[in-house]
């Protein structure tokens, strides 16, 4: 593999995982972090080798006492909150690590071991012990605070993957409410076809067939192509037309063009079945239902009016059909979000009407 896409690859986020800091990243910024020194105090000292000789002996403490502070410390006693604790232990870390500085420096490289000081240093004494501890802490807390914010945006990632995960299973779930009584129909439907040997038999097994085809593998996406959601609504309208017959009444309209629209699986249907429910099913009479399908630009317009139960057979049509309705209110506000739809449902002039603007992707 190249070397520029593995340097590339070190620093994608990964989806599931979310932020990360690899060995990559840590080996980058201790290298960037070394030749900033080098060059620095090189330039401070005009002598760039022992700039070099300092550095190359002081930054395997700073890494020692930044490593053990952001995986020891911290999580020891900062998650915990036991900050004096804390304070206490990184107060003790930081001066043995200047003291063990020291030792090496004056038997190492120089008898004077803080050439940048205001006077030549070859004793430990308090100045030269308060600097370095300053310059060690300075090391410690940027090297923290960059742990800490990516371990802060790797919890937020997590925390939005599950959110995404139970958004979708909760998706799936509620897309999931057809009801199984329309099942238990159409299959009495089709025994009562086969006993009379009609030749609508076959087309309805194959409909029924379809049907649930794209019930089981066609309604896993958050969103469907509009021209299969319709042709799912036609195939559910032919089956309720074999059962009700000459009792029902339908009108099933669609003006614009819905190809490279895509909109949520099963969302309308459940409008749809209420309306048989609720209409034909609780009327012993002739049933209007009409669907109404507009395509307006980037906007559906679902309308649908169906005739009232009979009085002797009415129940509160919004109690009775809570539990879909209360579905379809929660899959609007999770898919599409508050300004994504309007649904106004409402009675007028004997029959019910269910008016939704939906906005398509």
Sequence with gaps: MPLTTT???????NSTTGYKINPTHHAIFWLCYFLFNFLRWGSYYNDYLYSFKANLLGFPIHMTLTYFTIYVLIPTFIYRR???LFTVSLFCSILLMVIIKYELTYFLISNNVWPEGPEETTSLNLNYVVVMM?????VISFVAAIKITIDWMRER???SNLAKSQLETELRFLRSQISPHFFFNTLNNIYSLSLEKSE??????LKL?????????ETKQNRQPLTKEIKFIQNYLDLERIRYNDKLDLEFEITGNPKGRKIAPMLLIHFIENGFKHGAGKNTGKVHISIKLQIEEDQLVFKMTNTLPQKGLKNNLNKAGGIGIENVLKRLNLGYGPEGYQLDIFEADGEYHVHLKLNLS
């Design 157 to 159: 990632q997590l925390a």
């Design 7 to 13: 340097f590339k690859n070190s620093f994608k986020i």
């Design 82 to 84: 036991k900050y004096i």
């Design 200 to 205: 609508n038999t076959p087309d309805t097994i």
């Design 134 to 138: 300053l310059g060690e802490l300075y």
């Design 209 to 217: 067939s379809d049907l649930m085809r794209y019930l089981l593998y």
